[in-house]
């Protein structure tokens, strides 16, 4: 997923030499700029243009207006938009106010976490789902260096490597490397969904146990997202890399793992719940060293180049070498899809356990059904025969992206438009998409704030084409050429078995939300077993 953690120089980074077989992780001594922006040198955004506007497109009639918004004065004006996102405001009011302000869903905006991480840290937002999509139009936007933002993290974090993250589709090596993903997903899919129900029959066991010797001790509370990490992670490594991580020197230390490597590479975008100075200061206005996780990262790494000798060997039929290749397999598997399906399965039972009793009834009866009259078996044609249960996985998408942002910085001039006006972009100028309001735009989804279990369903299929959290709409497919999640099916297969496991096993359930750094956090305070 897209987390997605997604979806944020060091730029033309590329090793040509010959590299050493070794599951040591690799250290590259290369002299860099210090890490700010993902720009390059010729990727300034230009002075406001005194050239004649540009030619209205054919399809448009709405009228091209200015860009509201502007960027203050250089250095105070960023720190001013950074402070008023993390504390002043907050995320979702820092771009409401704006719109109120501006009265548009286009603007110029600062994005954090400008000085002294991001040297440039100038965006336009787009913030409708008319607009957004313009984010995915690789004739457009370019996509090099932007994964986390307006930053890029050290490549110290990842071998030395830009991961496949960071590639734009016209690089060279972003072809091959989403091919290997997509042959590891090809070569393991038999494996998906009896590891799944292996892992998670193992995590719902022990969140069953929790329970009931907390109860004893009055304590009434279990956390979800503990049990569902571990699940999460001993289920990635069995399916696609052939291998039960807890019989490894790795243990049961992966999820905790990522989490601090993760941890470093986003904190310029996170807040930890420090005081405000203390926080700003150490992770908002200088980025936190690779050093502190290396060790972290290279236990990640030596499990998965011992566990993963069928897709390395495969990597080197097609010109990747082995650590290259490893380094893109520790990022997908961990921070993609670990990361995303950290946010999106506690997301998953929030929005459900929101819904009561009545939605957790129509779940259970479908599901059941639908297993029943296969024998008992799940399998591919066994989920579509749930249609809600597939439609509250995609309403989780909508309402809650795992992955909230997006960038593209563009390639030409070129007229965007939103729902009542048309702006002018200028080559350079980096586009920035915040998603949940896009994917909550009142004037494509009808009572869009709200959590609609059947949404999607019949008819409201049409509507997925809203549905963006893969970088890119529900309805288009992952593509060499395109920068859409290689895993997009993988992430909605496993959210749709993890509402069936739950739900065949579960008729209704209590639960407590708070807020975490990433996503939310879960406490399950009751679970009832399954009556029939």
Same mark, same amino acid.
């Given at each position: 997923?897209?987390l997605?953690?997604?979806?944020?120089?060091?730029?033309?980074?590329?090793?040509?030499?010959?590299?050493?077989?070794s599951?040591?992780?690799?250290?590259?001594?290369?002299?860099?700029?210090?890490?700010?922006?993902?720009?390059?040198?010729?990727?300034?955004?230009?002075?406001?243009?005194?050239?004649?506007?540009?030619?209205?497109?054919?399809?448009?009639?709405?009228?091209?207006?200015?860009?509201?918004?502007?960027?203050?004065?250089?250095?105070?004006?960023?720190?001013?938009?950074?402070?008023?996102?993390?504390y002043?405001?907050?995320?979702?009011?820092?771009?409401?106010?704006?719109?109120?302000?501006?009265?548009?869903?286009?603007?110029?905006?600062?994005?954090?976490?400008?000085?002294?991480?991001?040297s440039?840290?100038?965006v336009?937002?787009?913030?409708?789902?008319?607009?957004?999509?313009?984010?995915?139009?690789?004739?457009?936007?370019?996509?090099?260096?932007?994964?986390?933002?307006?930053?890029?993290?050290?490549?110290?974090?990842?071998?030395?490597?830009?991961?496949?993250?960071?590639?734009?589709?016209?690089?060279p090596?972003?072809?091959?490397?989403?091919?290997?993903?997509f042959?590891?997903?090809?070569?393991?899919?038999?494996?998906?969904?009896?590891?799944?129900?292996?892992?998670?029959?193992?995590?719902?066991?022990?969140?069953?146990?929790?329970?009931?010797?907390?109860?004893?001790?009055?304590?009434?509370?279990?956390?979800?997202?503990?049990?569902?990490?571990?699940?999460?992670?001993?289920?990635?490594?069995?399916?696609?890399?052939?291998?039960?991580?807890?019989?490894?020197?790795?243990g049961?230390?992966?999820?905790?793992l990522?989490?601090?490597?993760v941890?470093?590479?986003?904190?310029?975008?996170?807040?930890?719940?420090?005081?405000k100075?203390?926080?700003?200061?150490?992770?908002?206005?200088?980025?936190?060293?690779?050093?502190?996780?290396?060790?972290?990262?290279?236990?990640l790494?030596?499990?998965?180049?011992?566990?993963?000798?069928?897709?390395?060997?495969?990597?080197?039929?097609?010109?990747?070498?082995?650590?290259?290749?490893?380094?893109?397999?520790?990022?997908?598997?961990?921070?993609?899809?670990?990361?995303?399906?950290?946010?999106?399965?506690?997301?998953?039972i929030?929005?459900?356990?929101?819904?009561?009793?009545?939605?957790?009834?129509?779940?259970?009866?479908?599901?059941?059904?639908?297993?029943?009259?296969?024998?008992?078996?799940?399998?591919?044609?066994?989920?579509?025969?749930?249609?809600?249960?597939?439609?509250?996985?995609?309403?989780?998408?909508?309402?809650?992206?795992?992955?909230a942002?997006?960038?593209?910085?563009?390639?030409?001039?070129?007229?965007?438009?939103?729902?009542?006006?048309? *702006? &002018? !972009?200028?080559? =350079? %100028?980096?586009?920035? @998409?915040?998603?949940?309001?896009? /994917?909550?735009?009142?004037?494509?989804?009808?009572?869009?704030?709200?959590?609609?279990?059947?949404?999607f369903v019949?008819?409201?299929?049409k509507?997925?084409?809203?549905?963006?959290?893969?970088?890119?709409?529900?309805?288009?497919?992952?593509?060499v050429?395109?920068k859409?999640?290689?895993g997009?099916?993988?992430?909605?297969?496993?959210?749709?078995?993890?509402?069936?496991?739950?739900?065949?096993?579960?008729?209704? *359930? &209590? !639960?407590?939300? =708070? %807020?975490?750094?990433? @996503?939310?956090?879960?406490?399950? /305070?009751?679970?009832?077993?399954?009556?029939?």
């Amino acid at each position: 997923m897209a987390l997605p953690f997604s979806t944020h120089s060091l730029p033309h980074l590329q090793i040509h030499h010959s590299l050493p077989r070794s599951p040591k992780l690799l250290s590259r001594r290369h002299v860099s700029p210090p890490i700010t922006a993902s720009i390059s040198q010729n990727a300034n955004i230009p002075p406001p243009s005194t050239t004649a506007p540009l030619p209205r497109p054919a399809s448009t009639t709405l009228p091209i207006k200015p860009l509201p918004g502007d960027y203050g004065l250089p250095f105070f004006g960023p720190i001013q938009d950074r402070n008023d996102y993390f504390y002043n405001q907050g995320r979702d009011d820092f771009f409401k106010s704006r719109v109120e302000k501006y009265k548009s869903t286009v603007f110029r905006t600062n994005m954090p976490p400008g000085p002294f991480i991001a040297s440039d840290p100038r965006v336009i937002a787009l913030l409708d789902a008319k607009c957004f999509p313009v984010l995915f139009d690789m004739s457009k936007v370019e996509k090099k260096d932007l994964f986390t933002g307006t930053y890029k993290p050290s490549s110290n974090l990842t071998g030395g490597y830009r991961i496949l993250a960071y590639l734009d589709p016209a690089e060279p090596s972003h072809a091959k490397l989403k091919q290997l993903l997509f042959f590891l997903l090809k070569s393991r899919r038999d494996r998906v969904i009896p590891e799944f129900r292996s892992c998670f029959a193992d995590s719902f066991n022990s969140l069953e146990s929790e329970l009931k010797s907390k109860k004893k001790a009055s304590l009434f509370v279990v956390s979800l997202n503990d049990a569902t990490d571990q699940a999460s992670f001993n289920f990635l490594a069995r399916a696609l890399c052939g291998k039960n991580p807890v019989t490894t020197e790795l243990g049961t230390e992966g999820p905790s793992l990522i989490q601090k490597w993760v941890g470093v590479q986003l904190a310029p975008v996170l807040t930890l719940g420090l005081p405000k100075f203390i926080e700003d200061l150490l992770i908002h206005t200088f980025s936190l060293p690779s050093f502190l996780v290396q060790k972290d990262y290279q236990r990640l790494y030596n499990f998965f180049y011992e566990s993963s000798t069928f897709f390395l060997d495969e990597a080197e039929k097609t010109g990747v070498s082995r650590e290259e290749a490893c380094h893109n397999l520790v990022f997908a598997t961990c921070f993609n899809s670990f990361g995303g399906m950290k946010i999106l399965f506690p997301s998953i039972i929030k929005w459900v356990g929101s819904a009561g009793p009545e939605l957790h009834a129509r779940l259970a009866k479908e599901i059941r059904s639908a297993v029943k009259s296969n024998g008992g078996n799940i399998s591919m044609a066994v989920l579509e025969q749930m249609p809600v249960a597939q439609s509250v996985v995609y309403e989780t998408l909508r309402i809650e992206p795992p992955v909230a942002s997006q960038y593209g910085r563009a390639k030409k001039d070129f007229v965007v438009e939103s729902h009542d006006s048309a *702006f &002018e !972009i200028k080559k =350079g %100028e980096m586009l920035f @998409g915040f998603q949940p309001f896009a /994917t909550k735009d009142g004037r494509i989804f009808e009572n869009s704030e709200e959590f609609v279990a059947d949404r999607f369903v019949g008819e409201g299929e049409k509507l997925l084409k809203y549905v963006l959290w893969s970088n890119g709409p529900e309805t288009d497919t992952p593509a060499v050429g395109n920068k859409q999640c290689a895993g997009k099916d993988f992430v909605v297969l496993t959210a749709r078995l993890f509402l069936t496991e739950f739900f065949l096993r579960y008729d209704t *359930f &209590e !639960i407590e939300v =708070g %807020e975490a750094v990433i @996503g939310s956090t879960v406490t399950v /305070t009751s679970l009832t077993k399954a009556s029939s």
